[in-house]
């Protein structure tokens, strides 16, 4: 497998005109191989469409499901919120099944402290991270499906750095569990550059392109988000590594830019096209 060039709804999730199928039509025109598809856009679009409507428009495109995104908050849940979590699953499963897709993004929760007040540590939140992934890989494993843990370069962030999420995806120790590299969160709380380098780039599942604002770290917020190469973030090192370490997959772009959502639908993806072919083929051939 190579590195195929992959589109995130989230992109063009304002935009006029914006729906599951206006993207998948959009994308297919445009020449992406992949689509993550988001939660909400799939729930709207299964209001007036049936899964095997869906089915049946990927059988007759080259444009294919890359991921589901995404499992929000699967960790440090209460009783009601685990139920709602496997309710999810469940649902992500069926999904799933019908469209051929593999894997689930799957992100921790945020602000979240003990009864008392008090903060929980780096070792309670990771230890409570892998049980609940572990039952969770279990879980989906039947169906053929992946998790890709995606932790979030934020302060409140419960796992909120590449080497955190990668200790927890190693203790998991599941074949079906891996780790979301986005390139605004490795940077958000300034991720080690030793931890990427020093990964297994096949535990790597997901990868998320875009680019940020000069902001100080721990002050940044998706709005902050641009275009790759408009940006400071270092892709050349991010792509070298993971070329290097000979990973291979699909390379996502995923942008939340209000001034990206008054673009027209059209002009959204096209433009995220062009930016997302141009890494690829600079880093990847």
Same mark, same amino acid.
């Given at each position: 497998?190579?590195?195929?060039?992959?589109?995130?709804?989230?992109?063009?999730? &304002?935009?006029?005109?914006?729906?599951?199928?206006?993207?998948? +039509?959009?994308?297919?025109? %445009?020449?992406?191989?992949? #689509?993550?598809?988001?939660?909400?856009?799939?729930?709207?679009?299964?209001?007036?469409? *049936?899964?095997?409507?869906?089915?049946?428009?990927?059988?007759?495109?080259?444009?294919?499901?890359?991921?589901?995104?995404?499992?929000?908050?699967?960790?440090?849940?209460?009783?009601?919120?685990?139920?709602? #979590?496997?309710?999810?699953?469940?649902?992500?499963?069926?999904?799933?099944?019908? /469209?051929?897709?593999?894997?689930?993004?799957?992100?921790?929760?945020?602000?979240?402290?003990?009864?008392?007040? %008090?903060?929980?540590?780096?070792?309670?939140?990771?230890?409570?991270?892998?049980?609940?992934?572990? @039952?969770?890989?279990?879980?989906?494993?039947?169906?053929?499906?992946?998790?890709?843990?995606?932790?979030?370069?934020?302060?409140?962030?419960?796992?909120?750095?590449?080497?955190?999420? @990668?200790?927890?995806?190693?203790?998991?120790?599941?074949?079906?569990?891996?780790?979301?590299?986005?390139?605004? =969160?490795?940077?958000?709380?300034?991720? =080690?550059?030793?931890?990427? &380098?020093?990964?297994?780039?096949?535990? /790597?599942?997901?990868?998320?392109? %875009?680019?940020? +604002?000069?902001?100080?770290?721990?002050?940044?917020?998706?709005?902050?988000?641009?275009?790759?190469?408009?940006?400071?973030?270092?892709?050349?090192? *991010?792509?070298? /590594?993971?070329?290097?370490?000979?990973?291979?997959?699909?390379?996502?772009?995923?942008?939340?830019?209000?001034? @990206? @959502?008054?673009?027209?639908?059209?002009?959204?993806?096209?433009?995220?096209?062009?930016?997302?072919?141009?890494?690829?083929?600079?880093?990847?051939?």
């Amino acid at each position: 497998m190579a590195v195929y060039t992959g589109f995130n709804e989230a992109t063009a999730l &304002e935009c006029k005109g914006q729906s599951l199928l206006a993207d998948l +039509e959009e994308c297919e025109k %445009n020449g992406f191989d992949y #689509i993550e598809i988001r939660f909400d856009s799939v729930r709207d679009y299964l209001k007036d469409h *049936t899964l095997d409507d869906l089915a049946q428009w990927f059988a007759a495109h080259n444009l294919k499901p890359w991921a589901y995104n995404t499992l929000i908050f699967f960790n440090q849940r209460n009783e009601a919120g685990v139920k709602e #979590i496997d309710d999810e699953v469940d649902f992500i499963i069926e999904v799933s099944e019908a /469209i051929g897709m593999k894997t689930l993004v799957t992100v921790p929760s945020f602000d979240v402290v003990k009864e008392d007040g %008090n903060p929980y540590s780096i070792e309670e939140f990771r230890d409570e991270a892998v049980t609940r992934l572990q @039952y969770l890989a279990d879980k989906v494993a039947p169906h053929g499906l992946r998790i890709s843990l995606e932790f979030c370069g934020a302060p409140g962030c419960s796992i909120n750095q590449f080497g955190t999420a @990668y200790e927890v995806v190693k203790a998991v120790s599941r074949d079906n569990v891996g780790i979301t590299l986005d390139c605004f =969160h490795f940077h958000g709380m300034d991720s =080690h550059w030793e931890d990427l &380098e020093n990964a297994d780039a096949k535990k /790597i599942f997901i990868l998320h392109l %875009n680019d940020v +604002e000069n902001l100080p770290i721990g002050q940044l917020a998706d709005i902050h988000r641009v275009w790759p190469g408009e940006g400071v973030l270092e892709l050349e090192r *991010t792509f070298k /590594i993971l070329k290097d370490k000979g990973f291979e997959g699909v390379c996502t772009i995923e942008e939340f830019r209000p001034e @990206y @959502y008054e673009l027209s639908h059209a002009e959204n993806v096209k433009t995220a096209y062009e930016y997302t072919k141009a890494i690829v083929d600079k880093y990847f051939g």
